[in-house]
């Protein structure tokens, strides 16, 4: 782990946003450990600095605009908007559907970095992907704090993370039986 990893995994110790226990990811598997980006957006100093470091790693990337998921991308994705000086919009659930609401439009062709949490399946960022081609769009890329995929999520542009870390996930029938001895929780994005 190189040092800049090393100051992103100390700012999510230090702001309780890495957790463990038993807890059951959005995408339905199940995990000993959990990232509560929601921990980390409640100190803006590190949300400042996460920002820092994300675009230090964007530095070749063209944009206008900057799309978030609700909700874990939200703050984190206005704070790398604002120190790009770009557009901020986000996309939000409507009837269980990703879904740009709130008069949000794109240009034709306008370049679109998306900005997201943390990409266990890249569920989430695929639909973000696709809102984007159908308002206009193009998107440039996908930035994240964390890639917990264990290279398993893949693009069709280029994906950036702060760090990339996996942990074991598990399927509902596979829970191993430390894990399952657990109360699970699902502590939400």
């Given at each position: 782990m190189d040092q800049q990893q090393q100051e992103v995994l100390d700012i999510f110790k230090r702001t309780r946003a890495l957790l463990e226990g038993h807890f059951v990811l959005r995408s339905g598997l199940h995990s000993g450990h959990f990232f509560q980006c929601a921990q980390v957006c409640q100190d803006m100093a590190a949300v400042t600095r996460l920002s820092e470091l994300l675009i230090?790693?964007?530095?070749?990337?063209?944009?206008?605009?900057?799309?978030?998921?609700?909700?874990?991308?939200?703050?984190l994705g206005q704070e790398v908007a604002r120190q790009t000086g770009s557009r901020?919009?986000?996309?939000?659930?409507?009837?269980?559907?990703?879904?740009?609401?709130?008069?949000?439009?794109?240009q034709p062709g306008e370049k679109v970095l998306i900005v997201e949490d943390v990409v266990t399946r890249g569920g989430r960022v695929v639909e973000c992907l696709d809102i984007v081609r159908k308002a206009g769009g193009t998107p440039v890329a996908v930035a994240m704090l964390v890639d917990r995929s264990a290279g398993v999520a893949r693009f069709d542009v280029p994906a950036i993370s702060l760090l990339e870390l996996s942990f074991p996930t598990y399927p509902a029938d596979q829970i191993p039986e430390a894990l399952a001895k657990i109360p699970a929780s699902k502590p939400g994005s």
């Open positions: 230090g790693k964007l530095a070749d990337l063209k944009f206008t605009t900057v799309l978030a998921p609700a909700m874990g991308g939200l703050v901020y919009i986000f996309a939000e659930k409507e009837n269980n559907v990703l879904v740009m609401r709130r008069g949000f439009t794109l």
